[in-house]
């Protein structure tokens, strides 16, 4: 099962930023918090990673709370192409032979001009 | 540089019939895997190839499933007398530093 919970679904202005939950307060120590998106029809797409620091890339921001239970994507300008699901995903870097990534629902968001 | 590629990108087969997809990953990706995604859903893993240590298999739904990886690269995901419920967008991605996946678009089976 999925050890993230995120809301089905958001709405956005082209133009203002896009801030989407996710909820992960089962996080072990080592487990980072990874973000990709899935626009229709195309296979996902990495956007950030991150431990317990705010991470910031031409993408997106990443801010991650103190305790690590939760963390927030940030689109800061979203645009019209930024309408995809949105998957916020836990694992550790050192997992053994289990690397893959447990997917939930995601969150589907709606850029609207 | 090149994606990963999958083919084909659509798939239209019978019930029963078998189906071969293939993955072509980002070359030197060491890791590769196999997702499926039904409509509406999140990704369900598959596979998992990793150099030349065994796969991990504890992804695939019944032994109607196998995928290999010849030399290190290519990959092909196998259905052997294909159902219905197989139908679904299987995905693959190659990963190099076991951090960040890259994924191809995906192949759509329907099967009739």
């Known amino acids: 099962d999925a050890k993230t919970t995120q809301p089905p679904s958001m709405d956005c202005a082209e133009g203002r930023a896009a801030n989407l939950p996710c909820n992960h307060s089962t996080i072990s120590g080592n487990e980072y918090v990874y973000w990709y998106r899935q626009i229709h029809s195309q296979g996902p797409q990495y956007i950030i990673h991150?431990?317990?620091?705010?991470e910031t890339n031409e993408m997106a921001s990443l801010i991650i709370t103190e305790d690590r239970k939760s963390s927030t994507l940030i689109l800061p300008h979203a645009t019209l192409r930024d309408t995809a699901v949105y998957y916020c995903i836990v694992r550790a870097l050192n997992a053994g032979n289990n690397r893959k990534l447990i997917w939930g629902l995601g969150t589907s968001l709606a850029v609207n001009p | 540089g090149a994606g990963v590629s999958q083919s084909p990108s659509n798939k239209v087969t019978e019930k029963g019939k078998d189906v071969e997809l293939r993955c072509d990953p980002i070359?030197?990706?060491?890791?590769l895997y196999w997702y499926r995604q039904s409509l509406g859903q999140g990704l369900e893993f598959l596979i998992y190839?990793?150099?030349?240590?065994?796969?991990?298999k504890s992804g695939l739904p019944s032994d109607r499933f196998s995928a290999e990886r010849t030399g290190g690269s290519v990959s092909t995901l196998t259905i052997q007398r294909t159902q219905q419920e197989d139908s679904a967008v299987y995905l693959c991605?190659?990963?190099?530093?076991?951090?960040?996946?890259?994924f191809g678009a995906g192949t759509r089976l329907s099967v009739l």
């Open positions: 070359s030197g990706h060491t890791a």
């Open positions: 991150g431990l317990k620091n705010n």
């Open positions: 991605a190659s990963s190099q530093d076991l951090n960040i996946q890259y």
């Open positions: 190839f990793q150099g030349n240590s065994a796969p991990d």
